[in-house]
């Protein structure tokens, strides 16, 4: 299988630089020493800035890409990203997390148009990317390595950056609808425009399948779990006199889905359902002073997850059932300043203050005996004040550095610190960068007040990390390629005393490696991609029984090889090769919880699409073209060979 995988690798590349050269003799086409290089990031820095002068490993999927890959979902979009690994316990709308860099996946902070989207009423205050469709999604930028110095909370790995569809500046309105495999439909409709200084857009998205056994069918398992979500955005940015501009954010997500009891052999479990409701809220307002030298922005967010466990008797469950509610919710108020009074220099400010509060209950009856677990309204508040500079030393030599100080009434106080400098070679093209940071997790609500399990005395996890990279770009950016090597230090993690099952800061954790990325894109022939990932992980636990074992479920390593080849004006069509290496499990049904190994498995993906006029575009997916049998996590199911088909409109 690696001999297979690595001569498709070969004959990637052959066709990569085949076609580079084909352009590259072309007559007036770009010379090696002409560079357009505006791609501009926000997360970054938290100010737009151009990429060459970003010193953080950052992966940016624009709109251009999302409608290429045809893909439906930000889980599919994440799979080609460098650093990144993905677990699902089952299909469509199970529990969904991302790994990024080794780290665990509460440990990431996931934001949606700027609103932290990590959920306050889960254990780990993870976020659950299974319910996150991609078709109105505009951007999303990938930022590697600490960040909690912008960020504060939960940046400890990175931050991945979620940007909803902009409004248009006339009138615009599109439709999508796919049908497919195990009877899915997925439908999405969205308008925008503008009247004088009112901008707004208007989008909903459905989706819905009957899906597959969320246990195994490895394991005899056959009873498909189905799924349905629908999701509505509203946006509306109003621009007053001397650019002063109020926007507002609404967006509402609702989604249900059947689960099974288990993994592994007699999962299925007839009744098992979970159902979703998840509100935010944002309002922002953005105005200029000295003659735009100082931005500023006032913003305020509010998030609701209210989700609903019920698993009732069955024929296969006659004695055990179960009923649960968890209610989280998070609010934050953000003023940013940005001042630009020297051409060489510019500095954030921000301040802010966030209050999450949870409340749950959960109800079991097994085997003749019944456990309540009832966990009361808590909350706790951060305030937090950060600051960084970008200055150019001289020229395209540019360095970041930023101070966070947090205050929590809980954890007390914590100082988090960035560096990140960067030179880009402008004859060769040649980007040089490195950071140095750190980050914190603070303890979710269910670590501190849970009756059974909390402990107020907890202190926040840590994190230490640094990476040092390369990017080479060609042919006026065309092609790119980047390597960077990564390493960071988990400290203070949060485990349970096996002695009092409260949870204690004892936990301690490692993770290195490289990531290496080569991207192609011409307006002629298409976009081409390749990524490799080789993430060493460790548990560093003195007490642990895994001590100096990888870290579960992380692979060691990743690759993936993507293409959109333009046939003609018209019709494009798309091959995908995502490859997962080895990778260490529980079997949690166990006694012992046994650790085993995961094979390794690569996915193949095809896709078309044709342009049938201005308005309409008919598109065709393949998924898992040779029926691969796989498994992300150790007794949960994965989608077999699916074919999948649609029409997209727009004008």
């Not at 707004?200 to 459905?206: I, K």
């Not at 997500?253 to 409701?277: H, M, Q, T, V, W």
């Not at 106080?413 to 990140?420: C, K, L």
């Not at 790119?480 to 960071?488: A, H, K, Q, R, T």
Request: charged residues 20%; aromatic residues 14%; negative net charge.
């Amino acid at each position: 299988m690696v001999q297979t995988f690595c001569s498709r690798v070969f004959i990637f590349l052959f066709l990569i630089f085949s076609i580079v050269k084909a352009e590259g003799n072309k007559p007036g086409s770009d010379t090696l020493r002409t560079y357009h290089l505006s791609d501009v990031v926000v997360s970054a820095t938290k100010t737009a800035t151009l990429s060459t002068q970003v010193g953080s490993a950052i992966t940016v999927i624009d709109r251009e890409q999302i409608e290429l890959s045809q893909k439906g979902t930000v889980l599919e979009l994440l799979s080609e990203v460098p650093g990144v690994s993905l677990v699902q316990q089952g299909g469509a709308g199970k529990l969904a997390t991302v790994f990024l860099r080794g780290a665990n996946a509460g440990q990431t902070l996931v934001l949606l148009d700027g609103v932290e989207m990590n959920n306050p009423g889960d254990v780990g205050n993870a976020f659950d990317f299974s319910n996150l469709q991609a078709d109105d999604i505009e951007r999303i930028e990938i930022l590697r390595g600490p960040q909690s110095t912008l960020y504060g909370s939960d940046a400890l790995a990175g931050v991945i950056s979620i940007f909803t569809r902009k409004a248009s500046e006339g009138l615009n309105t599109t439709a999508h609808i796919e049908g497919g495999s195990y009877n899915s439909l997925r439908s999405s409709a969205s308008v925008s425009g503008r009247i004088n200084a009112l901008s707004y857009l208007v989008s909903a998205n459905d989706f819905r399948t009957k899906g597959f056994s969320s246990a195994s069918d490895l394991y005899g398992n056959m009873e498909a779990d189905g799924y349905k979500t629908s999701s509505f955005t509203s946006k509306l940015n109003y621009t007053f006199p001397e650019d002063i501009s109020l926007s507002l954010l609404l967006r509402f997500n609702r989604a249900n889905a059947d689960l099974d009891f288990s993994g592994g052999i007699n999962g299925d479990d007839p009744n098992n359902s979970y159902s979703l409701e998840e509100s935010v809220v944002k309002t922002s307002l953005d105005f200029s002073l000295f003659d735009k030298q100082w931005d500023q922005s006032i913003s305020f967010n509010y998030v609701r997850n209210f989700r609903k466990y019920l698993d009732g008797i069955d024929a296969k469950h006659p004695i055990d059932s179960s009923d649960a509610r968890y209610d989280g919710t998070k609010t934050k108020v953000e003023w940013l300043n940005t001042f630009s009074f020297f051409d060489d220099q510019q500095i954030t400010f921000g301040a802010e203050a966030e209050e999450e509060a949870a409340v749950s209950d959960y109800y079991s009856i097994s085997s003749g005996w019944s456990w309540n677990s009832f966990f009361p309204k808590s909350s706790t508040t951060t305030f937090g004040l950060y600051t960084q500079d970008q200055i150019t030393l001289i020229k395209n030599f540019n360095a970041t550095l930023g101070v966070r100080y947090d205050k929590n009434k809980k954890f007390g106080s914590m100082i988090t610190y960035r560096i990140a400098p960067v030179y880009f070679v402008e004859e060769t093209g040649t980007k040089f960068r490195a950071t140095y940071g750190t980050g914190f997790k603070a303890p979710s609500l269910f670590n501190l007040f849970d009756p059974a399990y909390g402990n107020a005395d907890l202190i926040p996890e840590k994190s230490k990390g640094w990476d040092i990279g390369v990017e080479q770009f060609l042919l006026s950016e065309k092609l790119s390629c980047e390597v960077s090597y990564f390493s960071n230090l988990f400290t203070d993690l949060f485990s349970f005393d096996n002695v009092t099952y409260k949870t204690i800061n004892l936990a301690k954790a490692e993770t290195n490696g490289v990531e290496f990325s080569l991207k192609y894109r011409s307006s002629n022939f298409g976009m081409y991609n390749f990524t490799y990932t080789l993430t060493n992980t460790k548990d560093k636990s003195l007490n642990s029984p895994d001590k100096d074992l990888p870290l579960l479920r992380r692979p060691k390593d990743k690759a993936s090889l993507s293409t959109v080849f333009f046939l003609n004006e018209n019709l494009n069509i798309g091959l995908e090769i995502l490859y997962t290496g080895v990778r260490d499990d529980k079997d949690f049904s166990t006694w012992t919880a046994q650790r085993i190994q995961l094979k390794r498995y690569t996915l193949v993906n095809m896709s078309a699409s044709y342009k049938i006029n201005t308005m309409f575009e008919v598109f065709g997916k393949f998924h898992n073209v040779f029926d691969e049998k796989y498994e992300e996590i150790l007794g949960y199911g994965t989608e077999r060979r699916a074919v999948y088909g649609g029409i997209n409109f727009s004008i």
